[in-house]
């Protein structure tokens, strides 16, 4: 059975910078497909960065130029690097991996004004 979990969450000023850690157990990580999504206040879930597992990333819009997303195959890990962060970026991040995708329970980030 696939486990995530995610660490690096916390509280932060606009334009202060977070990384967040997620760890992968139980499946085969270096063949799927890991990314970050995360749910804000009053909102749906929303994809923010994917990575294959040849390293090809995919970012929303939103967050292209700030946040930056990779991967440790050795250590079953995939990393998001937050920059330049915004209010709007609170939310709590989830980590995912493959298709289906499997899912870790998440990690509260937010940023004050």
């Known amino acids: 059975q696939v486990q995530l979990v995610e660490s690096g969450g916390g509280l932060v000023q606009t334009g202060g910078s977070l990384r967040l850690s997620c760890v992968a157990s139980?499946?085969?990580?270096?063949?799927?497909?890991a990314g970050w999504y995360r749910r804000g206040p009053g909102k749906q879930r929303e994809m923010v960065a994917t990575?294959?597992?040849?390293?090809?990333?995919n970012y929303a819009d939103s967050v292209r130029g700030r946040f930056t997303v990779s991967r440790d195959s050795d250590k079953n890990t995939v990393y998001l690097q937050k920059n330049s962060l915004r209010p709007e970026d609170t939310a709590v991040y989830y980590c995912a991996l493959g298709v289906l995708p499997y899912w870790g329970v998440g990690t509260q980030v937010t940023v004050s004004s």
């Open positions: 139980g499946g085969n990580f270096r063949l799927n497909v």
């Open positions: 990575i294959s597992p040849r390293g090809t990333t």
